[in-house]
């Protein structure tokens, strides 16, 4: 049985490609962290916010654990590299729509070990709140 994958890049990519067919902008928010490779001079609150349309970026692979670009920034070219654990959203520009993620939601695993499947786990259940969705038949 493999490690359980995150669903973020998965969307975050599925919110580009619909950006894209759409004509929108793709905007990702990202909070800068000590691996997050970005002109710190456009930081704000220890966050900046990137275009990542076709035509703002070059070479722009949004992979499983990083996303990574060439862009300019006051005319010059840069080398951004956003770590998955720091995107924090990715939305369109023209009407904000898109998806926001908790920042550090992946699980860290840096051995690539899998956890025991046997004896007690702590309890992380939170109470629920009611939800908003209804089932239609």
């Known amino acids: 049985m493999s490690a359980t994958v995150s669903t973020k890049p998965y969307l ?3 919110i580009y490609e619909w950006c894209a067919d759409c004509g929108y902008t793709p905007y990702l928010s990202v909070v800068v962290t000590e691996h997050t490779r970005v002109p710190m001079e456009f930081v704000k609150n220890g966050e900046i916010v990137l275009n990542v349309s076709s035509s703002a970026t070059r070479n722009l692979k949004i992979d499983n654990d990083v ?3 060439s862009a300019r920034f006051g005319g010059t070219s840069r080398e ?3 770590p998955m654990s720091a995107v924090s959203g990715i939305f ?7 998806l926001l993620f908790k920042v550090g939601e992946e699980t860290e695993n840096p051995t690539g070990a899998t956890p025991p499947l046997d004896g007690p786990k702590p309890s992380t259940k939170q109470p629920r709140e009611k939800s908003h969705l209804k089932i239609i038949k």
């Open 80 to 82: 951004i590299s956003v």
């Open 67 to 69: 996303v990574k670009f």
């Open 12 to 14: 975050i990519r599925a």
């Open 92 to 98: 369109a520009r023209e009407n904000s729509e898109g």
